[in-house]
């Protein structure tokens, strides 16, 4: 009896054994398949919820590692620990896994971006797209997208897109069950553009009951899905697509000054490097162009921009023509927390003027930049001529905060010295950086 006795306590040992190495693998198991995130930035605001609007609940460190449990609107809805849950701008963290990609809007982060026939294809591209533009992606395949292009297709770098979480779809969508009720009497809906359509459902291929004009402002029902229910001034209802329009608090809609960031590690910067392609800009003394410059002080400041956790676009990043409509639009289409535009002065006749000056148009949205700006500039061994008001285009169109900066004559034998020089462009970069970390305070 006894050994029998032995022999079955031996194999409930092993029992227990073995289910504790299986509910080990298991827990690995879920640990190693977890969607985990890191952080980017030096510091990151973790928010109540998915918008900068949200007050800040708690801070996290670069290097950090956060589970994601949700995703809104490019937010990623993260757990601080058992008990705590928060919010924080995809574009400060790093994934470690890549999701499916399917039909999923994106944004195009820099003009002059050409997209191809086939994939791995480099030249005689078949368009080129704009900073801002919305793209639908299909799939993802040796770091290329595949995107819808007119009745066909078409494949684009996949670094020169940044998804959102938005989703194109041709099918009706009737279920409201993620109708996320607010209080209509707090909130408006303002429209980016003319001619934006209201629809009878919330669905890209519903009927339209009307379109709407820039700056219509509609009153806010509720949100279904990726649309917002609305109410018009003569009492029509419909849908309106989220992306096509800005949700604004109902108090503060007529402020001529647009919500920005509160911390430089959240904001969306475009950088405007003046000139390019067919557009040479001013002459050196010694011939050499104003655009290759104008591109190599926006690539350094763009550089310590993203290493300071911003989120950096370029109106273009290579010698590529883009006109002018297209750069403010970029702006306005990334509702950017602040656009700076990039260029180098030049006299009439040569070596008649010196130093730098930083220009704006609209005093109440530019001026705080502009000022902020012009005093880092001074740290340069250029004179800086101040602060004037500039009718530019890039500035004159654009909606968001936004500034033009001469820096430096470079028909000017003296600041030519400087223009060319790393060292310079480095002490524009960084005087760039620092007014932009005050701006955002």
Known sequence: MKPFLHKVWRWRILIIVVLAIMTSIGATFVLANSNQVVVQANVLNIRKGPGLAYDVTAQVNKG??????????????????????????????????????????????????????????????????????????????????????????????????????????????????????????????????????????????????????????????????????????????????????????????????????????????????GHGGSDTGALSGSNQYEKTYTLAVAQKVATKLRAAGANVVLTRSNDSFVDLAPRAQASNKLKADAFISLHFDSSENANEASGVTTYYYHNNRDKKLADLISQQLSNLPLDNRGVEFGNFQVLRDNERPAVLLELGYINTKKDFSYIQQNDYQNKVASDVVNALTSYFK
């Open 64 to 273: 950090q590692r956060l589970t994601v449990i949700g995703e809104r609107n490019e937010w990623y809805e993260v757990r601080l620990s058992n008990t705590e849950v928060g919010w924080v701008a995809s574009w400060l963290i790093k994934n470690t896994e890549v999701s499916a990609t399917s039909n999923q809007i994106g944004l195009v982060n820099a003009g002059a971006t050409p997209i191809y026939a086939s994939k791995g294809q480099t030249t005689n591209p078949l368009a080129q797209l704009n900073a801002g533009d919305k793209i639908a992606v299909l799939y993802q395949e040796d770091g290329w997208y595949q995107i819808k292009h007119d009745d066909s297709v078409a494949w684009i770098a996949q670094d020169k897109v940044k998804l959102t979480d938005q989703v194109e779809s041709d099918a009706k969508t009737t279920n409201t069950g993620n109708s996320n009720a607010t209080n209509s009497s707090d909130q408006v809906v303002v429209v980016d553009s003319d001619g934006t359509p209201l629809r009878a459902e919330p669905n890209a291929s519903a009927s339209v009951v009307t379109t709407l004009n820039a700056k219509d402002t509609l009153t806010y029902v509720k949100t279904v899905n990726q649309w917002y229910q609305v109410k018009a001034s003569n009492g029509q209802t419909g849908y309106v697509a989220s992306w096509l329009v800005a949700l604004a608090d109902k108090k503060t809609q007529d402020d001529t000054m647009p919500k920005i960031a509160s911390n430089l590690a959240e904001a969306t910067i475009v950088l405007d490097p």
